[in-house]
């Protein structure tokens, strides 16, 4: 069985992103924004490219990702025709949500398809939607304990329920910072742990550096205790 690689947000916008400014005949959908976030994409871009190619490894994420996804690339593309008509760069981008007119009906339907062709192509990586139901204990718990926003403390619910999960890779290196690592325990009737769930929580940039550059394999979450 593969080893699931859990992926948030911001990889996957930031892959949409990278690949779009490569690739010329897109350039006019995220040409200016994309070049902007150069450095971010490119490591997005790596990861995604890597598990898509590595048998081993399966990439997975929530519906909620999905949806936040859509959010992201909406904010950028209202950033750039806001740049086109003259707003500047840095204002166009902290006030993107004044700027919903300059979106015709034209552009909405050539971000529709352009945000489907990347769906599908997730799907023929192999890519799959964690569709696990998040438990109470745990929303609480990355709330209170760890202060994750709604959205993050949602998305590492849903995904920590995937028995397969092992590794969680974001370019928030706040959620990393806070918690290096999740461990679940199961025990017997007399309380002895008969084994231990560790799932890791990465930066991008981490990954990139372990798993893709020095080669190290991810380890599988479950681990016997003796």
């Known amino acids: 069985m593969r080893i699931h690689v859990g992926v948030d ?27 902007h976030r150069f450095v971010r994409g490119r490591i997005a871009y790596e990861i995604v ?28 593309r209202m950033i750039i025709e806001s740049y086109r008509e003259g707003i500047p760069l ?27 062709e990347y769906v599908e192509r997730l799907k023929r990586m192999g890519a799959r939607i964690a569709r696990f139901q998040p438990s109470f204990s745990l929303l609480r718990y990355f709330t209170i304990h760890y202060g994750l926003e709604s ?22 290196e706040e959620i990393p910072r806070r918690m290096k690592e999740f461990v679940l325990t199961k025990k017997d009737e007399e309380g002895r742990i008969l084994h231990e769930e560790r799932v890791r929580l990465m930066t991008a940039k981490q990954f990139r550096e372990e798993i893709i550059g020095q080669g190290k394999k991810i380890e599988g979450r479950k681990k016997r205790v003796s």
């Open 90 to 116: 840095r204002e166009a981008c902290m006030t993107p949500r004044r700027r919903r007119d300059v979106l015709t009906a034209s552009i909405r339907e050539e971000l529709e398809s352009f945000l489907s």
């Open 151 to 172: 959205s993050d403390a949602f998305i590492l619910a849903t995904l920590l329920k995937d028995p397969y999960l092992a590794v969680f890779v974001t370019q928030d």
């Open 9 to 35: 947000t911001n990889i996957l916008a930031n892959w949409i992103l990278h690949d779009a400014f490569l690739q010329s005949e897109k350039k006019e959908v995220l040409n200016t924004h994309a070049e």
């Open 49 to 76: 490219e890597f598990l898509a190619t590595r048998e081993e490894y399966g990439m997975t994420f929530t519906l909620l990702n999905v949806a936040e996804l859509f959010h992201v690339i909406l904010r950028e």
